[in-house]
């Protein structure tokens, strides 16, 4: 399957603290995305990692890449209650126009 | 990035019946992605539907099952046929509008209950 494999599975943590999820990923990949999904709902997207990048920064959000080990984490800094949602990564390999999946992250973010 | 206006949001259905699942976009995109999320599951891909050809299906997904029209740039409908429980599950609809440079942009999702 070339389903990405996020973990942990589920994070709970206090607000103000850090949360970092993590995603490996099979094949070559093109660029590798984050999204946020609240309650069942459509899915946001957060940022989007470039197969030649490394790390990149929005707002509160940072992301990392490494090809080599086929990962990224998602670290999202001074957590709030409102960050409480399901992450999924996804990555694109450019056959196709296809956006392959992960399992999904459940965040959850104690006021 | 666009916008998309995915109706209804939510359906509960008897077990035998059709619903179709509509997406409207507020740009002109080439291709439309069609998805399903099982209960507390990740985001299966159904179906890439181009405007003037015929949808193309992942493996696993038939179109006598989940008929989808593109009558347009703008627009697309997902049709789930002949339901049953198995079919509860949230659909979304998806494009992309950055030439793969920036994210998909997803519809809201339609959460279906068939009983």
């Known amino acids: 399957s070339q389903q990405g494999e996020e973990d942990p599975q589920a994070l709970s943590i206090q607000e103000g603290e850090n949360a970092t999820m993590n995603c490996s990923y099979k094949?070559?990949?093109?660029?590798l995305q984050w999204y946020r999904q609240n309650s069942g709902r459509g899915l946001v997207h957060l940022i989007l990692?470039?197969?030649?990048?490394r790390e990149k920064h929005s707002g509160r959000l940072r992301v990392t890449l490494d090809t080599s080990k086929k990962s990224s984490s998602l670290l999202i800094t001074a957590s709030r209650a409102a960050d409480t949602a399901s992450y999924f990564c996804?990555?694109?390999?450019?056959?196709?126009?296809?956006?392959?999946f992960g399992k999904g992250i459940t965040l959850s973010v104690r006021p | 990035s666009a916008v998309i206006s995915q109706k209804p949001s939510r359906d509960i259905c008897q077990r035998g019946t059709s619903l179709t699942i509509q997406c409207q976009v507020d740009?002109?995109?080439?291709?439309m992605f069609w998805y399903r999320q099982q209960p507390g599951q990740s985001l299966t891909l159904i179906a890439t539907?181009?405007?003037?050809?015929?949808?193309?299906?992942e493996s696993g997904f038939v179109i006598d099952k989940f008929p989808i029209s593109r009558p347009n740039l703008t627009f697309s409908t997902l049709t789930v046929s002949n339901m049953s429980p198995e079919d509860s599950s949230i659909y979304l609809c998806?494009?992309?509008?950055?030439?793969?440079?920036?994210?998909?942009?997803f519809g809201s999702g339609t959460r279906l209950t068939v009983v």
């Open positions: 998806s494009v992309n509008s950055g030439q793969h440079l920036y994210g998909y942009t």
């Open positions: 094949t070559s990949i093109n660029n």
């Open positions: 990692i470039r197969s030649n990048e």
């Open positions: 996804a990555f694109y390999t450019g056959a196709n126009s296809k956006l392959t």
């Open positions: 740009s002109q995109v080439t291709m």
């Open positions: 539907a181009n405007q003037g050809s015929e949808a193309t299906y």
